[in-house]
């Protein structure tokens, strides 16, 4: 489809999704969100892809839902439109997926950067949930998935104050994977996401599921469904390729089927 406000290219088995409404500092309106899901729900049907990499530009990776969209807004249009919400179906995504983070990602960007699988970010990413300083809550899972992440302490300051953290404090909180030099960003999350789409798709599918299911279930319920799933994942041919490519001490061909 004619995407306006994204680009998707494809790299081998890698998609690279980047937002493009440079005007606007990539803000987030209801057009960028229906093509980001459009698009990712796509790749994610796709078997020649193994992982999406989403970005923005330099400067900003997203600045936040449109603050301009949303002004004039009725409580009624908000809750008949059910807005925000086709966002969740980036995170219910089973494909994994890479944010590559430069600049600000504040607002519905950080909301955004969290419903991604592996969170990467230059050294000049700036993260917050500042909606406070507009009258305003999270609302695409700010408050619960900062919590989730950095824990109460920093998620309630973030949220409270509308402070902002650098690149070195959200690695230190624990939001981001890891900080790399700005110009090193993209090529670093491309690689990346080379490296997980040359695995076996169902059994990275299957290492994203039961990862993000400790954020859903109890410790014991946690481990018995991941135990459940290493035994599933004999019955793949990828389990019999992986373990006899380590014994013939060669590298493996994963099928990815
Ligand atoms: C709409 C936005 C925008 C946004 C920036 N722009 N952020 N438009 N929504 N979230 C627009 C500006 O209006 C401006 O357009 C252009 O992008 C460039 O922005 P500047 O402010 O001129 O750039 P700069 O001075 O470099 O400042 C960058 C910035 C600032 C610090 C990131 O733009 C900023 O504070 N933005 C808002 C950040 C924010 O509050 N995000 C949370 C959004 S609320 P014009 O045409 O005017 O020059 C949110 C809530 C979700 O995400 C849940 C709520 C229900």
Known sequence: PPYETI???????????TLNRPEALNALNLQVMHEVVDATVALDRDPDIGCVVITGS?????AGADIKEMRPRSYLDMY??????AWDRLGALRTPTVAAVSGYALGGGCELAMLCD????????VFG??????????GIGGSQRLTRAVGKAKAMELCLTGRTMDAAEAERAGLVSRVVPAGDLLAEALSVAET???????????????????FETTLAEGVRFERRLFHAVFATEDQKEGMTAFVEKRPPRFTHR
């Open 7 to 17: 680009v998707v290219e494809r790299k081998g088995r890698t998609a690279l999704l």
């Open 58 to 62: 330099e400067k900003a990776f997203a």
């Open 196 to 214: 997980v789409a040359g695995m076996s798709a169902p059994v990275a599918m299957m290492a994203k599921e039961s990862v993000n299911r400790a």
């Open 118 to 125: 592996i969170l990467l970010a230059a050294d000049t990413a």
């Open 80 to 85: 008949l439109s059910d807005w925000f919400t």
């Open 129 to 138: 949930q500042p909606e406070i300083k507009l009258g305003v809550v999270p």
